[in-house]
């Protein structure tokens, strides 16, 4: 059972990837790169490895994305 | 009776986030992407728990406790953004 959710979880990662690539709206591809460290998360935490895991969470999904929109509204202002 | 629980717990898990990514591909709007996210978001989270009592290593709880505050900000942070704040 966990490995169909895993080969699941990594076929997300690459969904996402190709989304953050090809979408237009810049919010849009922020988000979807966000929702690849949460997968990328979900995976090492499957792998046994927790702090790792944490540490993808924390900085890959919480904070990049954050700073990424700053950097949007500084430096565009449009969406 | 737990075990039956636990593999519907898994199954319902897997659709949620096959549903998810499929609208995550055909949304049109971004705010389609953005609570589809939240949904997996969500969904993450429990499979998180799931797993940790699967595996019986309850160190992974801190895990889904640390990523349940920070998607919090995360979706508060793009909510503020598409309102103008930031």
């Known amino acids: ?79 | 009776m737990a075990e039956t629980a636990l593999t519907c717990a898994y199954v319902l898990i897997f659709f949620s986030i096959v549903f998810g990514i499929l609208r995550l591909i055909l949304g049109s709007r971004t705010v389609d992407r953005v609570i589809a996210i939240d949904l997996m978001t969500v969904v993450s989270i429990a499979l998180i728990a799931l797993y940790a009592d699967h595996a019986g290593r309850f160190i992974y709880l801190d895990v889904a406790l640390v990523y349940g505050l920070l998607s919090f900000l995360g979706v508060l942070a793009v909510a503020r953004y598409l309102e103008d704040g930031l």
Not at chain 1, 58 to 77: E, N, Q
């Open chain 1, 1 to 79: 059972m966990i490995e169909i959710l895993m080969i699941l979880l990594c076929a997300g990662i690459l969904i996402s990837g190709i989304l953050a690539v090809r979408l237009e709206s810049m919010v849009g591809a922020v988000v979807s790169a966000g929702l690849a460290s949460l997968f990328a998360a979900v995976t090492y935490v499957i792998l046994a490895a927790p702090d790792v895991a944490m540490t993808e969470a924390s900085i890959g999904s919480g904070l990049s994305t954050v700073i990424f929109l700053y950097a949007i509204r500084k430096t565009r202002g449009e969406d």
